[in-house]
């Protein structure tokens, strides 16, 4: 019996075959976003266990300097070989991008004395002794080769139109990532600086360990590197990365519900019937069961080939963004993995569960004579949004006992979480009240009449334009976030770099070019800073030291500090320290600090200052106290102040000519600034593509619902036709009616998603990154927003009725009697 009740129930899709293409595309398209997400994630991760390797060694230990942008003398490698150290190898780093602007990494290695250290011989084949003869081939795995569709001999282009090659494919399956290797040759003619960015060492003895460190000349440091290390450092970038996605999945499930629930109402006459007939309720919901896990099986299968084929498009701004926050490599071709998939598969079968629960509920409770009856569930829709409110209101609650509990990453968005689900099932409520109340105050009978049928067009659309709202909201509240984040970075950067040129010199030379520099023509001042890390047991130390100038003072961003707080700072025992530090540690203006020896106990806290660049502890001492603390330890900098903006580049010219510097340990504040907002937009790319994707899913789903229900109501539009409305007044009143809920819709939207923001900054990114800036808001790229969700709208409800109106009103009135 079970086989012809199904029969009968899907029989419903050839008559309405528009339904088929509207459920699949809400499940469709919700875990396609979500699998986009999963496999990003799963995939950075994996990529991160297999970054600890290289030629499938491990390299637990690294030698690197402890200044930036100074290199390893070559001959302190050859006396660490000599010394007995051969499972040491140097590295050089050099970053490039392609003529379709993709940054790539070519890493420069000893392939002789790789092969002497490789476990099992991996290294020792012949295609790493070609790296060595020229003209010097580079290795490239084989996904990397894939995503740039290389072949063997073949060249890459550069930005500046110069070739490297020709390519070597890895078909060892030894190299991971987006790093290509080739011999350190190369990397020196295309423009690395002398030395090595770094050592690589294998496993040693803890003799072998100290006597390395014993040899380290000064300026050097061995560090062990650790995969947990990196996993915990991207955590709150892949949660956020997260929160996202799920967000998308539920805008789509929305539209699954939507087009499920008005599925069910339009099978009431159908239904009724075969329950008069005998079939029992155990068979229609075993029969209905039956569509719905189809439903969720051809869903899943769907999603996956579109989720795989979103992350790959995205998964280029994702590395470029892990490697310039946190220097994690990660390959840039995803494969389909079961691991994610899996998930995906049960947040489908859980997300049609929640979707057809209730309507089937509702389905199969109602008496059988009301449903052979035409009367239509959808009629009493009010009172389902006034449980939805009542249900709102529990979440309301749940958000403000949220609050009170002390804050943090993953409670944030627990927070955001009860407000927006609070909030979107108050919004179908809201605005059919508001609909019904306008339909009995108005004079004009059109317009009355109007309002009566928008609110009772929410029966169908009332779903639809609560995801609508939830994914504008979304949308405002990133874009809100994102654009505060990047002008308080802006701003930071410009008061931070107030030096026109910073130098990093030898702390040999930094004297002699200080002295130099003041005696310039163009120069107005001067400015040292000395710098030293320090590991204690609340992780790792960062101390600077500052000068007593009011230029160094404006560069300092302070949030929150005593009176005279820079006559402290130079003429007391005190200390400024980052922001992060502070919520660490729990900090405040006015405390007392202790710190490691040498500097002792009892440092005032004389105030916090932002620090966007720094995710480690940080603090800043006067050139004084950092001076009778560290003497002659640490690296050094040298900021200079230019009475002429423009002879910047001149003066650059005559250091680096007079000093014989590396161009690297001279920077234009101009170009560090461009740099560094280049690497911010591409860190958001991501983000901002989720959020607009969710924003156009929920704009379909608007559109799909207001469609089928159109032809739902084929019976009143030929009726109003027969009654001397016009087609182009239906057209206009329909997509009038589509304007007026997302107008209302955006009226609720737009202060959630400004609390939304607010939320994330003060929470969530507090939490996560130990940051808090000030919000900004930004009305143009608001009403950019609104105006082509709106008008995209508008066009969505005059096509829907449009498309009704085609047809001759006799012939569509006799259809639908």
Same mark, same amino acid.
């Given at each position: 019996?079970?086989?012809?009740?199904?029969?009968?129930?899907?029989?419903?899709?050839?008559? !309405?075959?528009?339904?088929?293409?509207?459920?699949?595309?809400?499940?469709?398209?919700?875990?396609?976003?979500?699998?986009?997400?999963?496999?990003?994630?799963?995939?950075?991760?994996?990529?991160?266990?297999?970054?600890?390797?290289?030629?499938?060694?491990?390299?637990?230990?690294?030698?690197?300097?402890?200044?930036?942008?100074?290199?390893?003398?070559?001959?302190?490698?050859?006396?660490?070989?000599?010394?007995?150290?051969?499972?040491?190898?140097?590295?050089?780093?050099? !970053?490039?991008?392609?003529?379709?602007?993709?940054?790539?990494?070519?890493?420069?290695?000893?392939?002789?004395?790789?092969?002497?250290?490789?476990?099992?011989?991996?290294?020792? *084949?012949?295609?790493?002794?070609?790296?060595?003869?020229?003209?010097?081939?580079?290795?490239?795995?084989?996904?990397?080769?894939?995503?740039?569709?290389?072949?063997?001999?073949?060249?890459?282009?550069?930005?500046?139109?110069?070739?490297?090659?020709?390519?070597?494919?890895?078909?060892?399956?030894?190299?991971?990532?987006?790093?290509?290797?080739?011999?350190?040759?190369?990397?020196?003619?295309?423009?690395?600086?002398?030395?090595?960015?770094?050592?690589?060492?294998?496993?040693?003895?803890?003799?072998?360990?100290?006597?390395?460190?014993?040899?380290?000349?000064?300026?050097?440091?061995?560090?062990? !590197?650790?995969?947990?290390?990196?996993?915990?450092?991207?955590?709150?970038?892949?949660?956020?990365?997260?929160?996202?996605?799920?967000?998308?999945?539920?805008?789509?499930?929305?539209?699954?519900?939507?087009?499920?629930?008005?599925?069910?109402?339009?099978?009431?006459?159908?239904?009724?019937?075969?329950?008069?007939?005998?079939?029992?309720?155990?068979?229609?919901?075993?029969?209905?069961?039956?569509?719905?896990?189809?439903?969720? $099986?051809?869903?899943?299968?769907?999603?996956?080939?579109?989720?795989?084929?979103?992350?790959?498009?995205?998964?280029?701004?994702?590395?470029?963004?892990?490697?310039?926050?946190?220097?994690?490599?990660?390959?840039?071709?995803?494969?389909?993995?079961?691991?994610?998939?899996?998930?995906?598969?049960?947040?489908?079968?859980?997300?049609?569960?929640?979707?057809?629960?209730?309507?089937?509920?509702?389905?199969?409770?109602?008496?059988?004579?009301?449903? *052979?009856?035409?009367?239509?569930?959808?009629?009493?829709?009010?009172?389902?949004?006034?449980?939805?409110?009542?249900?709102?209101?529990?979440?309301?609650?749940?958000?403000?006992?949220?609050?009170?509990?002390?804050?943090?990453?993953?409670?944030?968005?627990?927070?955001?979480?009860?407000?927006?689900?609070?909030?979107?099932?108050?919004?179908?409520?809201?605005?059919?009240?508001?609909?019904?109340?306008?339909?009995?105050?108005?004079?004009?009978?059109?317009?009355?009449?109007?309002?009566?049928?928008?609110?009772?067009? @929410?029966?169908?659309?009332?779903?639809?334009?609560?995801?609508?709202?939830?994914?504008?909201?979304?949308?405002?509240?990133?874009?809100?976030?994102?654009?505060?984040?990047?002008?308080?970075?802006?701003?930071?950067?410009?008061?931070?770099?107030?030096?026109?040129?910073?130098?990093?010199?030898?702390?040999?030379?930094?004297?002699?070019?200080?002295?130099?520099?003041?005696?310039?023509?163009?120069?107005?001042?001067?400015?040292?800073?000395?710098?030293?890390?320090?590991? *204690?047991?609340?992780?790792?130390?960062? $101390?600077?030291?500052?000068?007593?100038?009011?230029?160094?003072?404006?560069? @300092?961003?302070?949030?929150?500090?005593?009176?005279?707080?820079?006559?402290?700072?130079?003429?007391?025992?005190?200390?400024?320290?980052?922001?992060?530090?502070?919520?660490?540690?729990?900090?405040?203006?006015?405390?007392?600090?202790?710190?490691?020896?040498?500097?002792?106990?009892?440092?005032?806290?004389?105030?916090?200052?932002?620090?966007?660049?720094?995710?480690?502890?940080?603090?800043?001492?006067?050139?004084?106290?950092?001076?009778?603390?560290?003497?002659?330890?640490?690296?050094?900098?040298?900021?200079?102040?230019?009475?002429?903006?423009?002879?910047?580049?001149?003066?650059?010219?005559?250091?680096?000519?007079?000093?014989?510097?590396?161009?690297?340990?001279?920077?234009?504040?101009?170009?560090?600034?461009?740099?560094?907002?280049?690497?911010?937009?591409?860190?958001?790319?991501?983000?901002?593509? @989720?959020?607009?994707?969710?924003?156009?899913?929920?704009?379909?789903?608007?559109?799909?619902?207001?469609?089928?229900?159109?032809?739902?109501?084929?019976?009143?539009?030929?009726?109003?036709?027969?009654?001397?409305?016009?087609?182009?007044?239906?057209?206009?009143?329909?997509?009038?009616?589509?304007?007026?809920?997302?107008?209302?819709?955006?009226?609720?939207?737009?202060?959630?998603?400004?609390?939304?923001?607010?939320?994330?900054?003060?929470?969530?990114?507090?939490?996560?990154?130990?940051?808090?800036?000030?919000?900004?808001?930004?009305?143009?790229?608001?009403?950019?927003?609104?105006?082509?969700?709106?008008?995209?709208?508008?066009?969505?409800?005059?096509?829907?009725?449009?498309?009704?109106?085609?047809?001759?009103?006799?012939?569509?009135?006799?259809?639908?009697?």
């Amino acid at each position: 019996m079970l086989f012809p009740v199904a029969k009968a129930l899907l029989g419903h899709y050839r008559r !309405h075959p528009l339904q088929i293409f509207l459920v699949w595309l809400g499940l469709t398209l919700g875990v396609a976003l979500l699998v986009g997400v999963l496999a990003i994630n799963h995939h950075a991760k994996n990529s991160y266990s297999a970054g600890e390797k290289l030629f499938s060694n491990p390299f637990p230990n690294r030698i690197r300097a402890i200044q930036e942008n100074i290199s390893i003398p070559q001959a302190f490698y050859i006396n660490l070989r000599r010394a007995g150290y051969t499972s040491c190898m140097p590295i050089q780093t050099l !970053h490039l991008a392609t003529d379709d602007d993709i940054d790539i990494s070519l890493v420069g290695i000893d392939p002789v004395a790789l092969m002497q250290i490789s476990s099992n011989n991996l290294a020792s *084949t012949v295609d790493m002794l070609a790296l060595m003869h020229p003209p010097f081939p580079i290795l490239v795995s084989q996904p990397l080769a894939s995503y740039f569709g290389l072949d063997d001999g073949d060249s890459i282009t550069l930005q500046n139109e110069s070739k490297v090659g020709p390519v070597i494919i890895d078909k060892a399956q030894r190299l991971s990532g987006s790093r290509m290797f080739s011999d350190i040759a190369l990397t020196k003619m295309l423009g690395h600086k002398a030395g090595f960015d770094i050592i690589l060492c294998g496993e040693m003895s803890e003799s072998q360990t100290e006597r390395l460190e014993r040899m380290l000349p000064r300026g050097l440091q061995l560090e062990t !590197h650790k995969e947990s290390g990196l996993t915990a450092l991207t955590k709150a970038f892949h949660t956020n990365l997260l929160a996202m996605g799920m967000l998308s999945f539920v805008v789509g499930l929305f539209i699954f519900y939507q087009a499920m629930s008005l599925s069910f109402v339009q099978r009431q006459p159908l239904v009724g019937t075969l329950r008069q007939i005998g079939v029992s309720t155990k068979e229609l919901i075993l029969a209905m069961s039956l569509e719905v896990g189809l439903w969720a $099986i051809i869903g899943w299968i769907s999603g996956n080939f579109f989720g795989l084929l979103l992350a790959n498009q995205l998964i280029p701004a994702v590395s470029n963004s892990l490697y310039s926050l946190y220097s994690a490599d990660v390959d840039l071709l995803i494969t389909w993995s079961w691991s994610w998939s899996y998930q995906s598969l049960w947040m489908a079968i859980l997300g049609c569960i929640l979707a057809c629960g209730w309507p089937l509920y509702r389905l199969l409770s109602t008496e059988p004579i009301r449903l *052979t009856a035409r009367l239509s569930l959808a009629r009493f829709a009010g009172k389902e949004f006034e449980v939805q409110a009542i249900v709102a209101c529990v979440f309301c609650i749940a958000a403000y006992l949220m609050n009170l509990l002390p804050h943090s990453h993953e409670n944030g968005f627990m927070l955001i979480g009860f407000l927006m689900i609070s909030v979107g099932l108050l919004t179908p409520f809201m605005l059919w009240k508001l609909f019904d109340w306008l339909s009995y105050r108005l004079s004009s009978a059109k317009a009355r009449w109007f309002f009566s049928d928008s609110a009772a067009s @929410l029966s169908y659309r009332g779903v639809a334009a609560m995801a609508f709202m939830l994914a504008l909201s979304s949308n405002i509240g990133v874009e809100t976030m994102v654009g505060s984040f990047r002008a308080t970075t802006n701003n930071w950067l410009e008061q931070r770099l107030a030096a026109d040129v910073y130098i990093q010199p030898s702390k040999a030379s930094a004297s002699r070019i200080s002295y130099w520099l003041e005696k310039q023509p163009e120069v107005e001042s001067v400015w040292r800073q000395w710098t030293i890390d320090y590991q *204690t047991e609340y992780g790792r130390l960062e $101390i600077l030291s500052t000068g007593s100038t009011l230029g160094e003072k404006n560069a @300092l961003t302070m949030k929150v500090a005593i009176p005279e707080f820079w006559y402290s700072l130079h003429h007391e025992r005190s200390v400024l320290i980052s922001e992060s530090m502070a919520l660490k540690w729990n900090l405040k203006p006015g405390d007392s600090l202790d710190l490691p020896v040498p500097m002792g106990d009892n440092w005032k806290i004389s105030g916090v200052y932002y620090d966007y660049g720094n995710p480690y502890n940080q603090l800043l001492l006067s050139h004084h106290a950092w001076l009778k603390a560290f003497g002659g330890q640490g690296k050094t900098g040298i900021g200079v102040v230019l009475t002429d903006k423009e002879k910047r580049t001149e003066l650059i010219g005559r250091i680096l000519k007079k000093y014989r510097l590396p161009i690297e340990q001279v920077s234009d504040n101009n170009n560090i600034q461009t740099q560094a907002m280049r690497v911010f937009d591409r860190t958001f790319i991501v983000t901002g593509t @989720l959020g607009n994707l969710t924003l156009v899913i929920a704009v379909f789903g608007l559109f799909f619902a207001t469609l089928v229900g159109e032809v739902s109501r084929q019976r009143q539009t030929a009726l109003l036709r027969c009654l001397g409305l016009s087609g182009k007044e239906l057209v206009l009143l329909g997509g009038l009616q589509l304007l007026m809920i997302g107008l209302f819709t955006m009226l609720i939207a737009l202060p959630l998603g400004i609390v939304l923001s607010q939320l994330l900054i003060d929470i969530v990114m507090k939490y996560a990154f130990g940051w808090t800036m000030e919000i900004n808001y930004f009305p143009v790229e608001y009403i950019t927003t609104f105006s082509w969700t709106l008008l995209a709208l508008t066009l969505a409800g005059a096509a829907t009725v449009w498309r009704v109106t085609k047809r001759q009103a006799i012939v569509s009135l006799r259809e639908s009697l």
